[in-house]
T-cell receptor, first 114, second 110 residues
Framework: DVKVTQSSRYLVKRTGEKVFLECVQD?????MFWYRQDPGLGLRLIYF???????EKGDIPEGYSVSREKKERFSLILESASTNQTSMYLC?????????????FGNGTRLTVT | GQNIDQPTEMTATEGAIVQINCTYQ??????LFWYQQHAGEAPTFLSY??LDGLEEKGRFSSFLSRSKGYSYLLLKELQMKDSASYLC???????????WGAGTKLIIKP
C-alpha cells in the first residue's frame, strides 16, 4: 500500500518565519504535488514535480518554493510566512504520467501563522 | 473559465441511497475522479471515469456524461462510516493537472 507521510500534522508559526513542510513517499513515484485546502474552495495546486530536481509552478506558487533533491522527498518552503498562508497543506504522489493515475495523499499539515 | 460545481452539503439516512452531482466546465477533459475525505484525513481515491456511462464498484457507482459536463457518485446502503466529504476532480488534457470541486459534505443520520 502506498504511503505518503507528511512530517507534521499541526504547526504554529509566527509571521515572517521560514517554514519547511516535508513529504516522503515510499512507492518510487515519479510525480509529487503540493496542494492547499481551504474551506469552500477546491484543492489548489502550489507546485509539482515530475522528477528529481525538477519543479513546476502550479496555480498559486507565490510565497512558496519547493525542493526535490531525492525522488522520495518533496519539500514545501514558505520563505516568509504570512497569515494568509494559514491553511491545510496536502502532499500527494502518483506513479506515472498516465491520465488515469490517481493521486495518493498524505494526511495533511494544518499550518497556523500568527 | 474552468469550473467544477458540487453541492456544499447533503444529508441522508443510514441504509438509504444518495446521489452526489458534479458539473464541470473545463477547456479540456481527460477523465473525472471522485475522492472520499473523512474529516482530518487524506483524500482517498474512489473512482475514475473517462468514457460515458456507469462504473460500479460495490456500494459505490460513478456516472459520466461528457456531452453534458456532468457526473454523479451514487452511494447505496449507506453506512455511518460514509459520512465524509466527496471531492470531484477533472483531469485537464491541456496541462495534465486536476481541477477540483470544493467538495460535498455528506452527513448520514441514523
Amino acid at each position: 500500500d502506498v504511503k505518503v507521510t507528511q512530517s507534521s500534522r499541526y504547526l504554529v508559526k509566527r509571521t515572517g518565519e521560514k517554514v519547511f513542510l516535508e513529504c516522503v513517499q515510499d512507492m518510487d513515484h515519479e510525480n509529487m504535488f503540493w496542494y492547499r485546502q481551504d474551506p469552500g474552495l477546491g484543492l489548489r495546486l502550489i507546485y509539482f514535480s515530475y522528477d528529481v530536481k525538477m519543479k513546476e509552478k502550479g496555480d498559486i506558487p507565490e510565497g512558496y518554493s519547493v525542493s526535490r533533491e531525492k525522488k522520495e522527498r518533496f519539500s514545501l518552503i514558505l520563505e516568509s510566512a504570512s497569515t494568509n498562508q494559514t491553511s491545510m497543506y496536502l502532499c500527494a504522489s502518483s506513479p506515472l504520467r498516465g491520465y488515469n493515475s490517481p493521486l495518493h495523499f498524505g494526511n495533511g499539515t494544518r499550518l497556523t501563522v500568527t | 473559465g474552468q469550473n467544477i460545481d458540487q453541492p456544499t452539503e447533503m444529508t441522508a439516512t443510514e441504509g438509504a441511497i444518495v446521489q452526489i452531482n458534479c458539473t464541470y466546465q473545463t477547456s479540456g477533459f481527460n477523465g473525472l475522479f471522485w475522492y472520499q475525505q473523512h474529516a482530518g484525513e487524506a483524500p482517498t481515491f474512489l473512482s475514475y471515469n473517462v468514457l460515458d456511462g456507469l462504473e460500479e464498484k460495490g456500494r459505490f457507482s460513478s456516472f459520466l456524461s461528457r456531452s453534458k459536463g456532468y457526473s454523479y457518485l451514487l452511494l447505496k446502503e449507506l453506512q455511518m462510516k460514509d459520512s465524509a466529504s466527496y471531492l470531484c476532480a477533472v483531469r485537464d488534457d491541456s496541462n495534465y493537472q486536476l481541477i477540483w470541486g470544493a467538495g460535498t459534505k455528506l452527513i448520514i443520520k441514523p
